[in-house]
Every structure is written in C-alpha cells, then in structure tokens.
Antibody, heavy 114, light 112 residues
Framework: QVQLQESGPGLVKPSETLSLTCTVS????????WSWIRQPPGKGLEWIGY???????NYNPSLKSRVTISVDTSKNQFSLKLSSVTAADTAVYYC????????WGQGTLVTVSS | QSVLTQPPSVSGAPGQRVTISCTGS?????????VHWYQQLPGTAPKLLIY???NRPSGVPDRFSGSKSGTSASLAITGLQAEDEADYYC????????????FGGGTKLTVL
C-alpha cells in the first residue's frame, strides 16, 4: 500500500516561495498521477495540480501562474513550489496520488507570516 | 466558489437517515466522470468513504452508500451515529478544466 509523507518548512515569509516535497513509499512513483491539494484553516479542499511520472503536468487555473510541480523518479519523490505567497496561502498542504480517487498523505501546515 | 455544489450543513438525530447532495454539470459529473466521497474528522486528513460513485472500501460500514444520476450524486448515511459527525466532501474531474480534479465545498454533518 502506497504511503505519502510531506516535508518542508512550516513557516514561509510573504512574497517568498513555498517549497514542499512528498516522499512515496510502498510503491513506485512510476504509476498514478501525483497531486498537491490544500485546505486553508476552517475551509474546504482545493486541488493545486498534478504531475505524471513522465513529467506532464496539469494545474488549477486559479494558481497556474505561481505553481510548479516536479518529479524525481530516482528518489520516488515529487515536489511543489508556490511563488509570491501571501497570507491567503496559509493552509494544510496534502500530497496525494490521484488516479480516480485520492489517496492522501497526512498533510503539513504551512503558515505564511513575517 | 466550488465547481461541485454541496449543502453547507445537514443534521440528524441518532438512528436517522441523512443524505448529502453533490451537484455538478455536463462537464464533470454529467460527462460521466466518477464521483468519490470523503469523510474528514477534525485535525485529520480526509478518508475515502465511497469510490466510483457507489463502492465502499473495505472497512467502511454499509451504513454509507453512494449514488449518481445525471449531473448529481448523493451520499446517504443510515442509522446515524455520534461518530459520523464530520465534514464530507465529494470529488470528481472536469473536462472544461483540462481534466482538473474538482471538489465540492464540503458539508458539515451534525448529529443532534
């Protein structure tokens, strides 16, 4: 059974770039689509984007100009970069496999504050 | 504004039956994309409840059931229990957004 674990800074300054990595264990990253999903405190779920192991990507149009998702098959990892962050980007960030339904990581809280 | 529309809240007494609707359009649910449902308890990641419109993963009680018709889907919970109090989300895909993954806004279930 595939397991996912997010890692990265829990605090990012406004205008800087948020960077997170997801490590996939118990299976190969060379299958499925791999997504980032976020949830602001007290709010609903928002899909950020996904990447296939080949490197093809699809991003949420509302975030597309600031998002980059990449994959490193040699490390069984994929990553998220979100640029020019503001307080509105404060959220729990989940990495997930998304082929059909979502298989979730445990999530990591990222706070944008100076 | 979510692509899929859910009621913000529903409630019911223990033992009762409640339903949560998920309304989409011809570019997502109506286009034939499957609907999946998740239960989220406070402070935890969402948990898969129903996949492929009406299928339960192992370990999910048969009190939970899902259905889909046209541009909408529904989650039904029978024999309500206090532990069912949680947030529920529907999820699908949307062809007008290049196959983007879409969620409903979420429904808070209160067990009275």
């Amino acid at each position: 059974q595939v397991q996912l674990q997010e890692s990265g800074p829990g605090l990012v300054k406004p205008s800087e770039t948020l960077s997170l990595t997801c490590t996939v264990s118990g299976g190969s990253i060379s299958s499925y689509y791999w997504s980032w999903i976020r949830q602001p405190p007290g709010k609903g779920l928002e899909w950020i984007g996904y990447i296939y192991y080949s490197g093809s990507t699809n991003y949420n149009p509302s975030l597309k100009s600031r998002v980059t998702i990449s994959v490193d098959t040699s490390k069984n990892q994929f990553s998220l970069k979100l640029s020019s962050v503001t307080a509105a980007d404060t959220a729990v960030y989940y990495c997930a496999s998304t082929s059909g339904y979502v298989r979730w990581g445990q999530g990591t809280l990222v706070t944008v504050s100076s | 504004q979510s692509v899929l529309t859910q009621p913000p809240s529903v409630s019911g007494a223990p033992g009762q039956r409640v339903t949560i609707s998920c309304t989409g359009s011809s570019s997502n649910i109506g286009a034939g994309y499957d609907v999946h449902w998740y239960q989220q308890l406070p402070g935890t990641a969402p948990k898969l409840l129903i996949y492929g419109n009406s299928n339960r993963p192992s370990g999910v009680p048969d009190r939970f059931s899902g259905s889909k018709s046209g541009t909408s889907a529904s989650l039904a919970i029978t024999g309500l229990q206090a532990e069912d109090e949680a947030d529920y989300y529907c999820q699908s895909y949307d062809s007008s957004l290049s196959g983007s993954l879409v969620f409903g806004g979420g429904t808070k279930l209160t067990v009275l």
